[in-house]
């Protein structure tokens, strides 16, 4: 019910630039070709997290 979720943690020491070619691409149920995919943009500090969810709404109702 709380909505499908990718964490990323930067535990390196400088930040991450998500928008220098970082992407997010799903491949589902063993198919051998992947959706298409969905550019990143922010940065992600030292020790930081990133976190992406398939719904907005979810996420909100479920964290605030």
Known sequence: DAGRY????NNGDSDVD??????L???TNGN???QSPVDL?????SGGFYIIC?????F???FG
């Open 41 to 45: 943009t922010g940065t992600i500090s």
């Open 18 to 23: 998500l928008s220098s070619g970082w992407a």
């Open 54 to 58: 398939n719904n907005a709404d979810k």
């Open 32 to 34: 051998a070709d992947s």
């Open 6 to 9: 990718v964490e990323l943690y």
């Open 25 to 27: 691409q799903r491949w």
């Open 60 to 62: 909100s109702a479920t």
